[in-house]
């Protein structure tokens, strides 16, 4: 049986973004996930998937830590010897397709493209000198919209043939499709707690809404992150104790929480196919998000969703008073769920399977 390395970040990655994936490739496939330990990896472990651990931390830019990674890549590649190694975010794609064995096929699956790729900066040129040396060995690139392939294929990176797909697939059956219009209208942010996310934007739209409809709810669910882009948790506490926000915390049951909400707002600076988006079409819920790549690929605007200026605090409270104040909630509801069904991973999943046994 043929070998294949999910290469990944974390476990929460893997858990929660391509589960659906890893589980049909066992049918056909030895399925290996790499990644870093996380509250996600004993989970992964009970749908008897094979999980190996690797102990650095892969937004570090410390040398020493990086040397590390790459040798536990060695070490890993050299014991497991894969047919193929599908390769998330910018460490996997750059150490886990330059140590891949010789024979062995890459693809790299190109779910976002990062903030690196925004400030073009020093690190950013270096960044990308090593994505056009090692885009000689990779054999296929999957992305998640067009602007992220238009991207590298500007930045002179993509030398290989390619493929966008609509998402990586969502469960459709996990989500309960309802909205009750007769309680009061519920905002949520879905996500990682960076700056990237614009969960401060988020917070001060939530601050100015507030005043003017105090019966509104603005909610939080998401996790802190390890990184220098992270909000402090005492930031989002004098939120939630001046009565703007309910935090959440880090919610599993995000199907469950998504019954009681109307709609799922995301500020993001850029995605590559957000995920919060996709499960709240999915909830039949509205959608608010900025005019960024990922974002704009999910709303149709004045559709399923409204699309508001990316960075702009005035404008997200505008499309949410326009929701608010909307007669039609109903249509625009049903309009989301009506979208969804291009996000099921029931499509998606057959194709890249189908992808896979085309390259090995």
């Not at 790299?108 to 990062?114: A, D, I, L, M, T």
Request: glycine share 4%; aromatic share 14%.
């Amino acid at each position: 049986m043929k070998k294949i390395i999910i290469n990944c970040n974390d476990c929460f990655s893997a858990y929660n973004f391509r589960l659906g994936l890893i589980k049909e490739l066992k049918n056909y496939y030895e399925v290996f996930v790499v990644a870093k330990f996380d509250k996600y990896t004993p989970l992964l472990q009970q749908e008897n998937i094979k999980v190996i651990t690797i102990n650095t931390d892969a937004t570090s830019l410390r040398l020493r830590e990086n040397f590390q990674h790459i040798r536990e890549y060695h070490r890993i590649f050299k014991s497991i010897n894969p047919d193929l190694i599908i390769n998330y975010t910018i460490k996997p794609h750059l150490y886990g397709t330059l140590f891949a064995p010789k024979r062995c096929k890459v693809i790299n699956f190109v779910s976002g493209v990062g903030s690196v790729f925004e400030k073009r900066n020093f690190f950013f040129k270096i960044i990308r000198c090593f994505y056009r040396f090692t885009s000689k060995k990779v054999d296929h690139y999957i992305f998640l919209n067009e602007d992220d392939y238009m991207l590298f294929s500007e930045l002179e990176i993509l030398r290989q043939p390619h493929t966008i797909l609509p998402g990586e697939g969502i469960d459709m059956e996990k989500f309960i499709p309802e909205v009750n219009l007769n309680k009061p209208i519920t905002f949520i942010f879905i996500g990682r707690l960076i700056e990237e996310k614009g969960i401060r934007l988020y917070l001060e739209a939530a601050k100015i809404f507030k005043r003017r409809f105090p019966e509104v709810n603005f909610w939080v669910a998401g996790d802190f992150y390890r990184k220098k882009t992270s909000i402090k948790k005492s930031e989002l506490i004098s939120y939630e104790t001046s009565g703007i926000v309910k935090y959440l915390g880090y919610r599993f049951d995000i199907n469950v929480i998504l019954r009681d909400v109307h709609v799922v707002v995301l500020p993001s600076y850029r995605e590559g196919m957000p995920f919060s988006l996709m499960e709240g079409l999915a909830s039949k819920k509205f959608l608010i998000a900025s005019d960024v790549p990922g974002c704009k690929d999910v709303v149709v605007d004045g559709y399923n969703g409204f699309l508001f200026r990316s960075g702009s605090t005035y404008d997200l409270v505008l499309k949410m008073e326009k929701y608010l104040k909307n007669d039609n909630k109903e249509e625009l509801h049903n309009n989301a769920l009506t979208s969804a069904s291009k996000y099921d991973q029931k499509k998606i999943i057959p194709e890249i399977i189908g992808l896979i046994q085309e390259i090995i």
